[in-house]
């Protein structure tokens, strides 16, 4: 889950990556990897934020989530979608090493 303001300057940096990056994940099927975005302070999304206790310190803040629990938090910004893509993989190598492996293309 991305977490972006509409005047933040590395999150306009970062968004381009983001939508290439989840692209790339539903162009190869990936099924078990969702991708969100909220625009942090859009009055449609506060009470759901709070309501589901997703708020953040800043943006970009990416939000990683298994079983419904947060396990992964990073507020920062990516400058190639490579590096996105790695910090994602790297996010579920860690997942499988303390929780068990999963199947990405399960449905």
Request: net charge negative; hydrophobic share 35%.
């Amino acid at each position: 889950m991305m977490h972006y303001g509409a005047n933040c300057g590395p999150c306009k940096l970062t968004m381009p990556n983001y939508e290439y990056v989840q692209a790339h994940f539903v162009e190869h099927k990936v099924t078990n990897v969702k991708f969100y975005k909220f625009h942090h302070w859009e009055e449609s999304y506060k009470q759901f934020i709070a309501d589901n206790n997703l708020a953040t310190n800043g943006v970009p803040t990416f939000k990683y989530f298994y079983a419904g629990e947060v396990v992964n938090e990073e507020t920062r910004s990516f400058n190639n979608p490579d590096e996105l893509k790695q910090h994602i993989m790297d996010t579920i190598t860690a997942i499988e090493t303390t929780m068990g492996s999963f199947d990405l293309y399960a449905s």
